[in-house]
């Protein structure tokens, strides 16, 4: 169904059901995320004043869920922003907005970021900086999520992201995707560093129902090895030629990200020089985000010539015809100054 057809008919069905308009976030809504260290939380969202990242469970054990638990702990947060009550977490967040929200229980935001180790060491990783990491706290998500599903709790149009670590290494990272896959899911949006190349991720792609995002950040060899200690800038950029070639039906499902760190990649030279590159390797979507630590620091007073390159790569996208997303930091920045 055309996604303005769908929009409309649900302001309808909000409009019959005497819903109202109220300040509220689809995390905090429908969102739930399956963090490292065993624990469940509404969203990963922390950059701003209030610092987000509210846990529902902190003692699941990995195996088996309590899903009246965190239903009620979600409804007691959703019950006050019904009365008017923004949580402390969530004070000064941008996903917050005025919408017609609905009364129902299920999740249709899912993040699965329950695993630490990766194939590659960026410098701007916080599960990489974190010592109390450990992948012996890694669990099989597929039994727990079928828990979910059998009790009906997904959506069907909900979006699966799955990250951090590296994802393509979870032990059950393809049982994973077909699962999904046969559970009914086709938006799932897929984190990867690019150097391991998945053909369950390419058969996805060609099928539409998933996109893959990889953070290549510069267009050298040598400033990726000094952003992520491994040689690996040609692996990843044939990684994503091949990727892109498995795009049959939506030219979309590929998309290079990079991520703006301080004195190494934050020229406007740098950026248009990784646009140039991707571009000519027949990328067509792109996502642009700031490194969290230099955000936390410089986020009262983002100097200009960040605003600059972010200005600078909104227009050329724009003029190439090509999609841009600015990820959580780059778009608070860019929504801040535009106000
Ligand atoms: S911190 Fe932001 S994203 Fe997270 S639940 Fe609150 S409003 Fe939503
Ligand atoms: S690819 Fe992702 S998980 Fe791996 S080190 Fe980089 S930021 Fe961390």
């Known amino acids: 169904m055309p996604k303005k057809l769908e929009k ?19 995390w905090l809504e429908h969102g739930i995320i399956f963090d490292h260290a065993k624990h469940i939380r509404v969203c990963c969202e922390q950059s701003h004043e209030g610092k987000g990242r509210y846990i529902l469970d902190s003692s699941f054990n990995g195996l088996w869920i309590d899903i009246d638990k965190i239903i009620s702990e979600k409804n007691k947060q959703k019950n006050q922003v019904r009365q008017g009550v923004i949580p402390s977490c969530c004070q000064g967040c941008l996903f917050l907005k005025e919408d017609y929200w609905d009364n129902e229980n299920y999740f249709d935001n899912i993040l699965l970021t329950h695993w630490s180790n990766c ?35 997904i959506s069907k149009n909900a979006r699966f992201s799955i990250a951090g670590g590296e994802s393509t290494i979870y032990p059950e990272f393809d049982k994973l995707l077909y699962f999904l896959v046969e559970s009914g899911i086709s938006n799932i949006n897929i984190n990867s560093s690019g150097i391991k190349y998945c053909d369950s991720i390419a058969e996805l792609i060609s099928k539409n129902l998933a996109e893959i995002v990889i953070s290549l950040d510069c267009s050298s060899a040598f400033i990726y090895k000094s952003i992520k200690g491994t040689d690996t800038f040609d692996v990843v950029v044939n990684n994503i030629k ?66 600059d390159m972010l200005v600078f790569i909104y227009k050329v996208c724009k003029l190439n015809s090509v999609h841009l997303d600015f990820y959580d930091r780059a778009d608070m920045i860019f929504k801040n100054f535009k106000k």
């Not at 010592?131 to 998500?141: A, F």
């Open 8 to 26: 409309f008919l649900k302001l309808i069905n909000h409009l019959l059901k005497g819903h109202k308009k109220f300040l509220s976030c689809p």
């Open 119 to 153: 194939n590659t060491r960026c410098i701007y990783c916080p599960a990489i900086r974190d010592n109390n990491l450990s992948d012996e706290n890694h669990y099989n998500i597929i039994p727990i999520l079928s828990q979910l599903f059998d009790k009906h709790l």
């Open 242 to 307: 091949r990727y892109i070639q498995a795009q049959q039906i939506n030219e979309n499902r590929v998309i290079v990200k990079f991520i703006i760190l301080k004195g190494i990649n934050d020229g406007i030279k740098d950026i248009l020089e990784w646009f140039v590159f991707c571009k000519d390797l027949g990328v067509k979507k792109f996502a642009v985000d700031v490194d969290i630590a230099w955000y936390n620091e410089m986020k009262n007073d983002v100097p200009d010539y960040v605003k």
